[in-house]
């Protein structure tokens, strides 16, 4: 008797994107050739005035398009998460890039395991090509792959990010942190796989890079930390 295979789960990406026309080509690239094909992209347009809709429906026609007046990234990956129809989401940020293996790598363990919520991977740091050289003098950017909990590392059940709800929009940076910290509070199980996942543009206009008001993320901090107490896990 031959094993039972397990059900192929469908794949939903949301983009945000606000003005991001520039690098959205290189990140609508990567998702369409994952080597792990996706079933459905949502770009929500937060209130782009670049022309980011038009560029995507060029690159990738069978798109769905979210357009909103602008809100801020919180509020567009709320927008996208009411969107997505797949049975696993994942976050890009439109200046941002997937390798390859990126889908692949993190749906295995999913796939494998009904009790595995989630997969994070490994990430790199990139300096974008079209800063020009004084630009990229001032800007520091790391080396190497790290894991990391960043919504472009996450693939995730859907039913589970339902379950966690939406991003804090109040926040203007941090949101990311929380809704994580949420994630992990559930007590649901998640894998890092050991493979690059996720290739971050750095380009001196990235939210946290251009934000000098970090009061919100002492915030989540302390409410990721109360979190963790409350479970009985205060590390």
């Known amino acids: 008797m031959s094993e039972t295979q397990p059900a ?4 939903s990406v949301v983009i945000p994107c606000h003005n991001y026309g520039r690098y959205l080509p290189d990140a609508l690239a990567s998702v369409l050739d994952q080597s792990r094909a996706v079933d459905q992209i949502v770009l929500v347009d937060d209130g782009s005035t670049d022309g ?3 560029i995507a429906r060029e690159i990738a026609p069978d798109i769905i398009i979210f357009p909103q007046a602008q809100g801020g990234i ?11 129809t797949g049975d696993l989401i994942a976050f890009l940020d439109a200046d941002d890039i997937w390798p390859v293996d990126s889908l692949a790598s993190r749906i295995a363990p999913i796939e494998a395991d009904p009790a595995v919520a989630g997969s ?12 020009d050289a004084e630009a990229r003098e001032r800007l520091h950017c790391p080396s ?5 909990r960043l919504m472009g590392a996450l693939l995730v059940r859907r039913s589970v990010a339902e379950q966690i709800g939406a991003f804090d929009s109040s926040l203007a940076i941090g949101e990311t942190m929380d809704w994580i910290s949420r994630l992990t ?7 890092t796989v050991d493979t690059l996942v996720l290739r971050r543009r750095i380009h001196g206009s990235n939210t946290v890079l251009a934000q000098t008001d970090y009061a919100d993320y002492f ?8 979190r963790r107490t409350a479970a009985g896990n205060p590390n």
């Open 8 to 11: 192929r789960l469908s794949v």
């Open 52 to 54: 980011s809709a038009d």
């Open 74 to 84: 919180a509020r567009a990956r709320n927008s996208g998460l009411a969107a997505a």
């Open 120 to 131: 994070f991977g490994l990430v790199e740091q990139f300096l974008c090509p079209m800063m």
């Open 144 to 148: 190497g792959q790290v894991a990391a």
């Open 185 to 191: 509070a559930l007590g649901s199980r998640l894998t």
């Open 219 to 226: 915030t989540v901090m302390r409410a990721a930390i109360r």
